[in-house]
């Protein structure tokens, strides 16, 4: 990730950063699939897949920008199993969902963790990843609309105020 102007900050394909204070872990775009010949002929003009190295690298490197823990964490896919354990299931069918993201959560016990690639906007209750760190919470968030169709109208943006983790005390 890079700084794009003052206050813009450009994050990139995958890995970890520090962003005024705020610990933020990311990996765009879906997983590469070498048995599908789409993905294979298209990587040889775009890398929009991560592999493995990618979330290896995340996890190895978490500990570089907190010792407690990781504020965000941004993925494209929706954790596989995300709604489990929950009283009521979604009407809607979530169809990009990895177990690298649930990998990725259980790894990091993030926050806030913000999903994509569904134009459905979601909040799921918080929880808890081991029951002695911090709550997660999953906050799905839809598409840009290209139009102002309201019909099909979701949630695309949502604002967070947030301390650090870094600079929370034990209390907070």
Known sequence: GIEVVPNLT??????????????????????KDDSNP???????????????????????????????????????????????????KLSYQIKNQSFDGTNLVNSLKPRYHIVGLENFFYKRPAYSNDGKTFITRLIGIAKVPKDNNTQTKQQYIYALQLKGIEGMTEEE
């Open 10 to 31: 450009f994050l990139g394909k995958s890995g970890i950063k520090n962003v005024q204070g705020i610990s933020i872990a990311y990996l765009s775009r879906k997983i």
């Open 38 to 88: 789409y993905q294979s002929q298209a990587k040889k003009f775009n890398a929009g897949y991560y592999d493995t190295t990618d979330i290896d690298n995340i996890i190895n490197n978490k500990d570089t920008v907190s010792s407690k823990g990781i504020d965000i964490l941004i993925t494209s896919e929706w954790p596989q199993g995300f709604d489990s354990n929950l009283p009521e």
